[in-house]
């Protein structure tokens, strides 16, 4: 799947956000399958993005150009926020 031009890191920066359901298990999104109005899909569909863009963000390839921390739990909170449960 992975060749030395495309690594596991740029693969998922080349999905996100349109291909987020590429890169995670669509186990997860199971429970809430049920909801017919979809509202509830596309908050878990954002927090996926959400949370992609942190791993990404934290796997650069140079320590200077990743996300600090602090800015992960910030992001990491308004997820939780957005979260249906």
Same mark, same amino acid.
């Given at each position: 799947?992975?060749? *030395? =031009? /495309? =690594? /596991?890191? *740029?693969?998922? +920066?080349? &999905?996100?956000? #349109?291909?987020?359901? *590429?890169?995670?298990? =669509?186990? /997860?999104?199971?429970?809430? $399958? #049920?909801? @017919?109005?979809?509202?509830? @899909?596309? &908050?878990?569909?954002?927090? !996926?993005?959400?949370? $992609? $863009?942190?791993?990404? %963000?934290? =796997? #650069? @390839?140079?320590? %200077?150009?990743?996300? !600090?921390? &602090?800015?992960?739990?910030? &992001?990491?909170? @308004?997820? +939780?926020? +957005?979260?249906?449960?």
């Amino acid at each position: 799947m992975f060749s *030395e =031009s /495309l =690594s /596991l890191h *740029e693969f998922c +920066k080349m &999905k996100i956000p #349109e291909g987020i359901l *590429e890169i995670v298990d =669509s186990q /997860l999104l199971l429970p809430f $399958a #049920e909801d @017919e109005t979809g509202i509830v @899909e596309n &908050k878990i569909w954002n927090c !996926l993005v959400m949370f $992609a $863009a942190i791993g990404v %963000a934290c =796997s #650069e @390839e140079f320590p %200077a150009h990743r996300m !600090l921390i &602090k800015d992960v739990i910030v &992001k990491l909170l @308004e997820i +939780k926020q +957005k979260l249906p449960c």
